[in-house]
């Protein structure tokens, strides 16, 4: 099966900070979950991207959270720049990829302002957590892609399973 996945979560130094979020290097999964992943890299067909990166934004970059989580969108960094269009056009390049390469699944990291697909931030800068998705993981639902983020390697093993 193919599936996206966020790049910094493989291991990229993607981040605002320069830094990733490598799965098989995070102390806090247990060996089981980091060997249930490999064997998800080795078995399908893996694409990694970094929504703000193919928006745009360098690495390092200011973080940013999603201070208005409805239509019209707006996304600011912490230094109060304007960031939408980055935001709009990493989306949007995750959207084609998924739609020319047929990708019905994707892994993107938690409570990311691109690829949170369940909580992110609430926009205050305050480390306040909110339901909600960040923009890339709403638009792939959106459109039919399944979200799943990095603590939920066992559904993504499982519907990788049941939908082959
Ligand atoms: Fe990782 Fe997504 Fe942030 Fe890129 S935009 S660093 S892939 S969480």
Redesign the pocket.
């Known amino acids: 099966m193919k599936i996206l996945i ?4 493989l291991g990229e130094d ?3 900070d320069g830094n ?2 490598s799965i098989a290097f995070t102390p806090s999964f247990t060996f089981s979950i980091k060997e249930l992943f490999m064997d998800i890299l080795c078995e399908n067909e893996i694409y990694s ?5 193919a928006g745009g934004l360098p690495i390092p970059r200011t973080p940013s959270e999603i201070v208005k989580n409805d239509k019209p969108f707006i996304i600011k960094n912490e230094k109060g720049d304007d960031v939408t269009i980055n935001f709009l056009l ?1 989306a949007k390049k995750a959207l084609d990829i998924c739609i020319e390469e047929n990708i019905k699944v994707a892994l ?2 938690s409570k ?5 697909n369940k909580q992110i931030y609430d926009g205050t800068f305050t480390s306040k957590l909110i339901e909600g998705q ?1 923009l ?1 993981a709403r638009l792939l639902e959106e459109n039919g892609v399944k979200v799943f983020n990095e603590n939920e390697i066992k559904d993504l093993d499982k519907f990788i399973k049941t939908n082959k």
């Open positions: 966020s790049s910094c979560l993607v981040r605002y990733n979020s991207f970094c929504p703000e990166v990493g993107l990291k990311s302002p691109s690829c949170g960040g890339t």
